[in-house]
């Protein structure tokens, strides 16, 4: 099995900075282009991942569990979850 792996240190503010841009991918659009779903960009998201893992299955299945979550969200909570994330991703500076 093929794994990707990383052997890096994540300080508190690159973490933060990383849980920001995922607030900001998952946020759905408030005005999207006909036939685009509002949470567009987080489904592209997933399907970059789709790309990076071609050789694992098992993480296959969970994104693909992943973007049905998407989807059946409402977007009013999808905006919450997005708020919440950016929130708390400032208390991860000083760690």
Same mark, same amino acid.
């Given at each position: 099995?093929?794994?990707? @792996?990383? %052997?890096?240190?994540? @300080?508190? &503010? @690159?973490?933060?900075?990383?849980? $920001?841009?995922? =607030?900001?991918?998952?946020?759905? =659009?408030? +005005?999207? *282009?006909?036939? /685009?779903?509002?949470?567009?960009? =987080?489904?592209?998201?997933?399907?970059?991942?789709?790309?990076?893992? *071609?050789?694992?299955?098992?993480?296959?299945?969970?994104?693909?569990? !992943?973007?049905? $979550? /998407?989807? =059946?969200? &409402?977007?009013?909570?999808?905006?919450? +979850?997005?708020?919440?994330?950016?929130?708390?991703? !400032? %208390?991860? +500076?000083?760690?």
């Amino acid at each position: 099995m093929n794994l990707l @792996t990383f %052997d890096v240190k994540v @300080t508190g &503010p @690159t973490f933060s900075l990383l849980i $920001q841009d995922t =607030a900001r991918i998952l946020r759905p =659009a408030n +005005v999207t *282009e006909m036939g /685009l779903h509002p949470s567009h960009n =987080a489904i592209l998201m997933l399907s970059d991942l789709w790309e990076v893992f *071609e050789n694992s299955e098992h993480i296959r299945l969970k994104l693909v569990f !992943y973007g049905g $979550q /998407l989807i =059946a969200t &409402p977007v009013g909570m999808m905006r919450t +979850v997005s708020d919440e994330l950016m929130r708390r991703s !400032y %208390d991860c +500076v000083g760690t």
